[in-house]
C-alpha cells in the first residue's frame, strides 16, 4: 500500500495550483493574483499563487496544493489526498504501484504543456481583438472629433485617416 507520504510526493510532483484552481473551477486569475476562494473574499489580488504555492494577505492562509485542498474543502489530510486521486488519478486504489510510470508522466507533462500553450493564446486572441476594438473607436472618435466644420475648412489629417481606415476596421471587428 501506498504510505500518505508517498501519495503527498506524488501529488507535488504532478499537480500545480492553476490545475487545483480548475479542479474546483475557480478561475484563474491574471499575473496569478484572485480574489481568495477559502475565505470568500472580495478583493481581486488578496491571493497570489504560482505553480506549486499560494497565499492570502486577507486570511494569512498559505501553503502548497495540498494544505490549498485542505483549507478549501476544510478537510484532513487524507481527505484531501483522496480527492486529488479521485480527480486527477494518480494512482490505483487496487494496485500497489507507487508513482505513474515514466511514459505517463511524460505524457501528463505534454498535456499539461498543451493546456498552458492553448491558455496563451486565447490570451493573445484576446488581446488582438480588444486592440481592433480600441483602434476602430479611435477612427470612430476622429471621424466626429476632426469633421470639417464647413465646405470650406480644410480636411484635418486625421479625419481623413479615419475615412480610409474606419470602413475595414468595422469589417474586421464584425469578422471575430
Known amino acids: ?16 495550483m ?24 472580495h478583493n481581486d489580488s488578496s491571493f497570489s499563487y504560482n505553480r506549486h504555492q499560494f497565499q492570502c494577505f ?5 501553503g502548497g496544493v495540498i494544505q490549498f485542498v485542505q ?8 481527505k484531501s489526498l483522496d480527492e486529488f486521486n479521485r480527480h486527477f488519478h ?23 504543456r498543451k493546456r498552458e500553450e492553448k491558455r496563451r493564446k486565447e490570451e493573445a486572441e484576446t488581446a488582438r481583438r480588444e486592440a481592433m476594438i480600441l483602434r476602430m473607436h479611435q477612427l470612430i472618435g476622429n471621424k466626429i472629433r476632426f469633421a470639417p466644420e464647413s465646405e470650406s475648412e480644410p480636411w484635418h489629417p486625421l479625419y481623413i485617416e479615419s475615412l480610409k481606415k474606419l470602413e475595414i476596421a468595422q469589417y474586421r471587428v464584425d469578422c471575430l
Open 1 to 16: 500500500m501506498i504510505t500518505n507520504k508517498r501519495k503527498a510526493e506524488i501529488i507535488r510532483e504532478s499537480v500545480t
Open 18 to 41: 492553476p490545475e487545483v484552481l480548475q479542479m474546483f473551477g475557480i478561475q484563474e486569475g491574471k499575473r496569478g493574483r484572485i480574489a481568495c476562494p477559502i475565505h470568500g473574499g
Open 58 to 62: 486577507n486570511c494569512g492562509a498559505k
Open 71 to 78: 483549507d478549501y474543502l476544510e478537510c484532513s489530510f487524507e
Open 90 to 112: 494518480l494512482w490505483d486504489v487496487d494496485d500497489e504501484y507507487e508513482r505513474p510510470s515514466v511514459a505517463e508522466r511524460l505524457r501528463r507533462e505534454a498535456v499539461r
